[in-house]
């Protein structure tokens, strides 16, 4: 190797290592987290959720340093994503989405001084737990709105995948639409998917196609839908996160968003403790969840009945209180019987009032 | 022709300068586009060296993700030789985790030592029928197989969804959609503790099959004339609709076997997203390698490495994964516009 | 059946299927030249980034449109120049550029999500009170009003003008063009950056009038749905209208089934683009017909 290209070398490496320098002598913050998100934060919805509720996790532990992953598929590629987070020193790690539970608990296993926290599901080992809004019942209040905003008694359903969760949150709503409008019925077309804008602008042209003239949704982010609807000068009523309220500023009417941020930033500091203990956590209205604020259109008589069917639902009511028949006919939920947040993922069967059919 | 080690050799590293310019060039280019889009290069290669080569787990994806473009590239290249095109490795890697789930999930009861086999076998000829349509329609005259390829490679991944929306949806978690979890026994070893596993076994042993093959046996000779003339290997009598129908069917099963490998080893189910364009990649693979065995490793490793940066850019520049195809596709352009490259069927 | 769910259908297809339309016609175009492009995917993502990111700058979603064409264009230029003037293998060209669109349109579209924009406007045509029938039936974005015009446009520029003859014969033999006095490579350049600029439209009706978002990937393979659909409609601009109505319809339908309350599995339904383009692959191959301009792809069609 000639003289100039050893000194070419040399001040190679030495601009490597510079650049390597500041990373090394930063100053070590309380906790890394990690956070991965199957969307982009920017959606008005689930992931935006989360993100909010890790930005008041920082605010509320200074020198919090959180390394964040968006469009994180929910496929073994998440693995990768959460290992590399732990190389670079998380002991926390968000695995927001559903999906991401087996891979998160996955590296888990070989990490077992990382907490992981899972959103969704059920897993749970020593250093594995698991979050949730317990949502079905928050969707009742909502239903109230919408049975009282609707002019035309069709209501509009679009949701994403059709699993047990998201079955209960339609029947909730239409519930709650049934119990101050009884002629109020909810139609529910299923994308197939979390997150498939070109089907849910689809979906929600064929909602209103159809009649229904207040849309609401359960997918990953509400924004398609609800920009849908307000172009076409229907309602819309938000999911999962407060601020898709923007999105439509004449006809939204409220919405369920979720708070994370107090859940969390206890986690982190019991993370930071050493005082971690996995739950499987769910908490509904008044915690986790919250209605949105309403909208321009909505009286103050409706705000009323919605904000006190809120309150009912937090204080304990059980929409979910038999007798309750599905759309076949059939009497699902005998009288007298309730169906607790443990049953809440084994909706296959829809309540009377919603056409659809859940399989 | 006598190929001696010094001949092999100034081949070799021609080649290997030649790819180095390339890959030099094109990380250039990329490093430009990241600084204009406010990002550090610098940092991101050096932290993807370190992490890829530092690091066990690393390097152990780095592998992982190499074991299907191995095989993806394999089903590429061995229908490339007799001037057929593969594009439908995707689809042919769906249908050989489809066939395998089958397997599992109706067999759960026997021991692994019989499962597994079965379940490579489900899968290699889940992939390899999944092409035979492909090759009955060339070898028919029917349809181009470059196209009818592509086609099958969208339908694919619909029939595995609407089994598992469907006839296999767990029930355990009816609240997904993806079949129920494989018995331990369907699920095929890793190495150590990392996430290699026993497809990287399949990968070596379909590169060096073909090579054998096509180097020292009859067969690959008879190949490679129907592959430079199609008629005049005719005349010599070789039967050329029956090489058409067995190397895409084996070409198909080799590619059924990465799908086979990511449902049992990887996924440990069958899920909707298995592969994330394994099969396009794995044919641009085999086109870069000039459908050489050698080729194709190298060529594996260098697309593996690329991903691995896409990983280091997302986690610490914030940038989405996919820029990472910017890397990839520049590669590519550098390479295709400079003289021509390999062997590959014009 | 319901006379809403008629009507919800037609308007739905009508819809999706402008977006395929688009890009069908582009690839026409190219392909009658010779040159297949399977990079078109890759195409229609960078014009729904550009798209979406140029009506968010600007704030005009006709801006938008016109950035979605040139940014189509210009990326359609190095395909061009690579398959044209370097004589690359089109298929590894084309499957390049559609890696490059993916990552291009993910940089390029990383800093809009989520970002409001006002769309293109649905103009209705006058006449009708809201609410009826015609009235949600008849109320498009310009891009969709103009697709059936275009078509015919196109179909007149490859059938009715000399640049089309030229085109045509390049198509189907370059040396008999070259030997005609025309320049093949010219006319290739030309037909790819007229082919880019479709599929840029293509990729931002998408996101700047149909969802009003941007996402990583949204086209979901429309690209390819596309590429099929040239040959279902026999290269000809004016089957490929009633094919995109058909391939667009499917994805709409199934969701207006449900709508409706009908039953149907979403996975059936769209594997049936795929299905009858081979379909019909199969008997034209049956039939000894030959209707793909012979040099397309050099050795892509035409077994021997």
């Known amino acids: 190797m000639t003289r100039s290209r050893m000194i070419a070398a040399i001040c190679l490496l030495v601009l490597g290592l510079v650049a390597a320098g500041p990373v090394v002598a930063q100053d070590k913050p309380p906790l890394i987290v990690g956070a991965i998100y199957v969307g982009s934060v920017n959606d008005y919805g689930y992931n935006r959720s989360m993100k909010d509720g890790l930005e008041a996790m920082?605010?509320?532990?200074?020198?919090?340093?959180?390394i964040e992953a968006e469009n994180v598929p929910e496929t073994a590629e998440s693995e990768r994503v959460m290992e590399g987070m732990v190389q670079q020193g998380a002991k926390l790690i968000f695995a927001t989405s559903f999906g991401h539970q087996q891979f998160a608990f996955n590296v888990a296993k070989n990490h077992p001084d990382v907490v992981f926290e899972h959103a969704g599901g059920w897993m749970q080992a020593p250093n594995f737990g698991n979050f949730f809004g317990a949502t079905q019942a928050a969707w009742y209040p909502m239903g109230v709105a919408a049975g009282k905003m609707t002019r035309s008694n069709t209501l509009g359903f679009v949701v994403g995948v059709p699993i047990g969760y998201a079955i209960g949150n339609v029947n909730a709503f239409e519930m709650g639409a049934r119990s101050v409008n009884p002629k109020a019925e909810t139609r529910v077309v299923v994308t197939g998917g979390w997150s498939d804008k070109a089907k849910e602008a689809a979906a929600a042209n064929a909602l209103i196609d159809q009649g229904a003239d207040v849309v609401t949704m359960h997918v990953d982010s509400p924004a398609t839908i609800i920009q849908v609807a307000e172009g076409r000068s229907m309602s819309s009523i938000g999911f999962q996160s407060v601020e898709a309220r923007e999105l439509a500023p004449k006809h939204w009417i409220t919405g369920l968003g979720f708070t994370w941020g107090p859940f969390m930033t206890e986690t982190a500091k019991s993370v930071i403790a050493g005082t971690f203990k996995p739950a499987m956590v769910r908490e509904g209205l008044g915690q986790m969840m919250t209605i949105a604020?309403?909208?321009?259109?909505?009286?103050?008589?409706?705000?009323?009945?919605?904000?006190?069917?809120?309150d009912r639902i937090e204080k304990g009511f059980n929409p979910f209180t038999g007798p309750v028949t599905d759309n076949t006919g059939a009497v699902k939920i005998a009288a007298g019987e309730s169906w607790g947040g443990d049953k809440m993922g084994n909706f296959d069967w829809y309540v009377e009032g919603v056409i659809g059919k859940a399989k | 022709m006598r190929l001696d080690g010094a001949t092999l050799w100034a081949c070799a590293s021609a080649r290997a300068k030649g790819f180095a310019f390339v890959t030099a060039a094109a990380l250039g280019v990329f490093a430009t586009l990241l600084v204009a889009a406010g990002k550090d290069p610098l940092e991101a290669y050096i932290d993807t060296l370190t992490y890829v080569f530092g690091n066990a787990y690393g390097f152990s994806e780095l592998l992982v993700r190499m074991i299907p473009l191995m095989l993806t590239a394999v089903a590429a290249a061995l229908p490339a030789r007799i001037g057929l095109i593969n594009v439908g490795a995707e689809g042919q890697l769906y249908m050989g985790a489809w066939l395998a789930t089958a397997g599992a999930l109706a067999l759960p009861d026997l021991p692994a030592f019989v499962l597994l086999p079965l379940l490579t076998l489900l899968g290699f000829v889940g992939g390899g029928l999944w092409a035979l349509v492909a090759g009955v329609l060339r070898a028919l005259r029917l349809v181009n197989e470059t196209i009818s390829t592509l086609l099958l490679n969208y339908i694919a991944p619909l029939i595995v969804s609407y089994f598992i929306f469907g006839p296999w949806r767990s029930p355990e978690t009816a609240s997904y959609p993806q079949s129920p979890a494989f018995v331990e026994a369907a699920r095929l070893p890793t190495f150590f503790h990392s996430r290699v596993h026993f497809g990287l076994v399949y990968a070596l042993a379909s590169l060096v099959l073909y090579w054998l093959v096509m180097t020292r046996t009859r067969i690959g000779l008879d190949m490679r004339a129907i592959g430079g003339n199609p008629e005049a290997a005719q005349r010599?009598?070789?039967?050329?609709?029956?090489?058409?129908?067995?190397?895409?069917?084996?070409?198909?099963?080799?590619?059924?076997?990465?799908?086979?490998?990511?449902?049992?080893?990887?996924?440990?189910?069958?899920?909707?997203?298995?592969?994330?364009?394994?099969?396009?990649?794995?044919f641009l693979v085999s086109w870069l390698a000039g459908s050489s065995a050698a080729g194709i490793v190298t060529m594996s490793f260098l697309f593996a490495l690329i991903s691995s940066v896409g990983d280091i850019l997302q986690i610490t520049q914030g940038v989405p994964y996919a820029v990472v195809n910017i890397l990839m596709a520049v590669i590519l352009f550098i390479v295709l516009g400079r003289h021509s490259v390999g062997s590959v069927a014009r | 059946m319901n006379p809403a769910l008629i009507v919800g259908v037609v308007a739905g297809s009508i819809m999706s299927g402008t977006s395929l339309l688009y890009a069908t016609l582009g690839e026409v175009v190219g392909e009658r030249a010779g040159i297949v492009n399977l990079g078109l995917e890759g195409i229609m993502l960078i014009g729904a980034a550009s798209g979406f990111a140029a009506t968010a700058l600007t704030g005009s979603p006709y801006l938008g449109i016109v950035a979605a064409a040139l940014a189509g264009a210009a990326a359609n230029m190095i395909f061009a120049y690579l398959v044209v003037g370097r004589h690359a293998n089109q298929l590894a060209t084309g499957l390049s550029l559609m890696f490059f669109g993916i990552g291009m349109s993910a940089l390029i579209g990383r800093p809009f999500v989520g970002v409001l924009i006002t769309g293109l406007p649905r103009l209705p045509v006058p006449g009708f009170a809201p609410g009826e029938v015609g009235a949600r039936l008849l109320s498009y974005d310009i891009l969709v009003y103009l697709a059936a015009p275009v078509s015919l446009f196109t179909w007149w520029l490859i059938f009715r003008t000399r640049w089309g003859l030229g085109l045509r014969t390049v198509g189907e033999s370059p040396a008999a063009a070259f030997a005609a006095g025309l320049n093949p490579q010219k006319l290739q350049y030309q037909a790819l950056?007229?082919?880019?600029?479709?599929?840029?439209?293509?990729?931002?009706h998408i996101s700047v009038a149909l969802?009003?978002?941007?996402?990583?990937?949204?086209?979901?393979?429309?690209?390819?749905?596309?590429?099929?659909?040239?040959?279902?409609?026999?290269?000809?601009?004016?089957?490929?209208?009633?094919g995109a109505l058909l391939f667009g319809g499917v994805e709409g339908l199934q969701l207006q089934l449900q709508a409706a309350g009908a039953d149907v599995s979403p996975f059936v339904m769209n594997m049936t683009p795929y299905l009858l383009t081979l379909l019909v692959l199969i008997v034209w191959g049956w039939s000894r017909q030959s209707v793909a301009p012979a040099a397309l792809g050099r050795n892509f069609v035409g077994v021997e």
């Open chain 3, 193 to 204: 950056t007229f082919a880019g600029a479709l599929g840029g439209i293509a990729g931002a």
């Open chain 1, 58 to 66: 920082k605010k509320a532990i200074p020198g919090l340093k959180l």
């Open chain 2, 236 to 282: 010599l009598g070789i039967p050329i609709i029956r090489y058409i129908l067995t190397v895409m069917f084996i070409a198909g099963g080799v590619a059924g076997l990465a799908g086979m490998a990511e449902v049992t080893a990887i996924q440990g189910r069958l899920v909707s997203e298995l592969s994330p364009g394994y099969g396009f990649i794995g």
């Open chain 1, 293 to 310: 604020p309403f909208g321009p259109e909505v009286p103050a008589n409706v705000r009323q009945l919605v904000t006190a069917s809120g």
């Open chain 3, 211 to 242: 969802t009003l978002t941007w996402a990583e990937g949204m086209t979901a393979g429309r690209g390819f749905i596309a590429i099929a659909l040239v040959i279902f409609a026999k290269w000809n601009p004016l089957w490929a209208i009633a």
